[in-house]
């Protein structure tokens, strides 16, 4: 039954739920009202994303650099053990990311299709990061099992979490500006959330342990989880699924779909550089120990050079949005692979000098901060460009896929720097290496780089996806507004 009632002049006609105001179209979607045309986002939301990504990272950061410290020093794990442990949890991590991005493309609630899972996911991640390290005190057998079962449970828990909050950035609106400005605060949050717990853990484990390492991680973990799942949840509550709530959003998607939007050129393309500035920084993290003792004989610079990269992420990343709207995200991305590139050739001529090394390794990574910075907003675009093409938002499969991607990259990449090592005669026993190893270690620490920067530079060159962009968008809301 229709309904006609005049008000103040104007005209509103009521029918299923469809209501008809002064010519502004408004449907209602899953119990949300979507205005058809883009709304901006308000700074709540820009920073709750933000938060997300430090959630995720407080907890995950503990892990990624503590695990293997806590399995092999203070439950006392054999380090091969430790080795499957995180063998098949990689595995595991891998493929549940790639599943995970299928489950968000699939998924149909009142909130969306990425904010349920950071909303009902981060108290389950949490607990999960906390029994990480409540091993029980028990056989050797015993604690390897239980280790390799919490293990595997925590990367599944996260998965269920991170994937989600990547796939955020491509549903949470399509606004350029917007996109970039989110993406700030979604780097603030990963520099913050990885920086934070790096600095503080072992201070905060011997305080809070007061003599027991093992009481002391519960605490930390308990806590940095507690904090985590609260900013999770912040993302998930104040945020908003603009695309998913729109027409397209709600599409079913076939498994034909999926396999179609391996076709997405852009998206391989950018899923490639992702690849390559990842192992960049995989090896930079791997071998900074090995190199400072061994190449550089002060192995005490260590600390310095591992942080450098989460310290000057937060100042690249407050310019990151200015620079890109200046000169382009195609661009962006040359300038931070020539940076890198550069900075690594300098160490060959500043060996002999700490603050050389330093300063060179800061001028590389922040060229890897540039792109870091970035290549997140362009997977998102890719994603539009994938809609525009084929006329499906297969969103969730995209952007996890990368992840997926990167985590057997990374795999692939510490296998490389243990062959190049065992190949020069490193010898991790002996205090003096032979010239050959000390050769493996410098290439390694400075040639890989160099090399992965210079794939990054071929690759970008046919990413164009830049300049048809602003096309893409334009035809993109013309179909969104007739649908």
């Not at 006392?76 to 991005?101: P, R, Y």
């Not at 809609?387 to 996890?400: D, N, S, Y």
């Amino acid at each position: 039954m229709t309904s006609i009632l005049k008000r103040k002049g104007k005209i509103v006609l009521k029918e299923n739920a469809i209501i008809i105001l002064d010519l502004k179209i408004t449907k209602l979607i899953g119990g949300f009202m979507m205005n058809e045309v883009s709304q901006k986002m308000p700074l709540l939301e820009k920073i709750s994303y933000g938060a997300g990504n430090m959630g995720i990272c407080l907890s995950t950061t503990v892990i990624t650099t503590f695990a293997m410290f806590f399995y092999t020093n203070v439950i006392g794990i054999n380090i091969l053990q430790v080795g499957t442990i995180l063998l098949f949890g990689g595995i595991v991590d891998a493929i549940s990311n790639a599943f995970m991005g299928v489950i968000v493309d699939h998924t149909k609630s009142r909130w969306g299709k990425c904010r349920p899972y950071l909303i009902f996911g981060a108290i389950p991640m949490a607990a999960a990061c906390f029994f990480v390290f409540h091993v029980p005190d028990a056989s050797a057998s015993t604690k390897y099992i239980y280790a390799l079962i919490t293990y595997i449970i925590y990367t599944l828990a996260s998965a269920a979490v991170l994937i989600p909050q990547n796939v955020l950035m491509a549903a949470i609106t399509d606004d350029q500006d917007d996109r970039l400005a989110t993406n700030m605060f979604g780097s603030l949050g990963t520099n913050f959330g990885q920086l934070i717990p790096s600095l503080m853990t072992l201070g905060l484990v011997a305080f809070l342990g007061n003599g027991s390492d093992y009481k002391g991680f519960n605490y930390v973990i308990l806590i940095f989880g507690v904090i985590g799942a609260a900013l999770t949840m912040m993302a998930g509550f104040n945020t908003r699924e603009r695309m998913n709530m729109s027409a397209i959003g709600q599409q079913k998607i076939s498994a034909k779909d999926t396999l179609r939007s391996f076709k997405n050129g852009p998206w391989l393309l950018v899923t490639l550089i992702t690849l390559f500035i990842i192992a960049q920084v995989v090896v930079k993290a791997s071998t900074t120990v090995y190199y400072t003792t061994n190449v550089l004989g002060n192995p005490g610079v260590s600390s310095a050079l591992l942080s450098i990269l989460s310290i000057i992420g937060v100042p690249i990343t407050l310019i990151i949005p200015i620079i890109a709207k200046k000169i382009g995200k195609h661009k962006l991305v040359l300038m931070g692979a020539a940076m890198g590139i550069i900075g690594n050739m300098g160490l060959l001529f500043t060996k002999g000098s700490i603050p050389g090394v330093i300063a060179c390794t800061a001028f590389a990574a922040a060229g890897s901060a540039f792109i870091t910075g970035i290549v997140f907003v362009m997977c998102a675009e890719t994603v539009d460009y994938g809609e525009w093409k084929t006329g499906i938002r297969v969103q969730g499969f995209l952007m996890a896929f990368i992840g997926f991607a990167v985590k057997v990259a990374n795999s692939i990449v510490q296998l490389l720097i243990s062959g190049i090592l065992n190949s020069g005669g490193f010898n991790g026993q002996a205090k003096i290496q032979t010239a050959s190893a000390v050769n493996a270690i410098e290439f390694c620490y400075v040639w890989l780089p160099i090399i992965f920067f210079a794939a990054v530079i071929i690759l970008n060159y046919f990413y164009k996806l830049d300049k048809i962009y602003p096309q893409v968008i334009t035809d993109l809301e013309t179909r969104r507004a007739a649908l």
